[in-house]
């Protein structure tokens, strides 16, 4: 049974960072990808990074510059690094993963799994 785990959020002032982790477990192979959503109130959930399991990296455009994908392949655990962080990041981030490539995963398509999420929160 897949398994993804969040942990990471918080608050914090715009201009700050926060790193997000997903661990996922209970995958038999690592050819997965896995990807970072963020949903804010009232409004529809949007991709935020996604990292395909050849490497690729797609990234909205409202976070390139700013937020950076690693990932510990040993661990199954995925990295978001948020930099300059604005009011308008602020949402409930959820991690995810299927067997998609990352451009796919971004917008949502193929994601078979999903954690249950980390609040941010950055105040003016």
């Known amino acids: 049974q897949v398994q993804l785990v969040e942990s990471g959020g918080g608050s914090v002032q715009a201009g700050g960072s926060l790193r997000l982790s997903c661990t996922a477990s209970?995958?038999?192979?690592?050819?997965?990808?896995m990807a970072w959503f963020r949903q804010a109130p009232g409004k529809e959930r949007e991709g935020v990074a996604a990292l395909a399991f050849d490497g690729v990296t797609s990234y909205a455009e409202s976070v390139k510059g700013r937020f950076i994908l690693s990932k510990d392949n040993a661990k199954n655990t995925l990295y978001l690094q948020m930099n300059s962080l604005k009011p308008e990041d602020t949402a409930m981030y959820y991690c995810?993963?299927?067997?998609?490539?990352?451009?796919?995963?971004?917008?949502?398509?193929?994601?078979?799994?999903w954690g249950k999420g980390t609040q941010v929160t950055v105040s003016s």
């Open positions: 209970g995958y038999t192979s690592s050819n997965f990808c």
């Open positions: 995810a993963t299927g067997f998609i490539d990352s451009d796919y995963a971004l917008r949502g398509y193929g994601m078979d799994h």
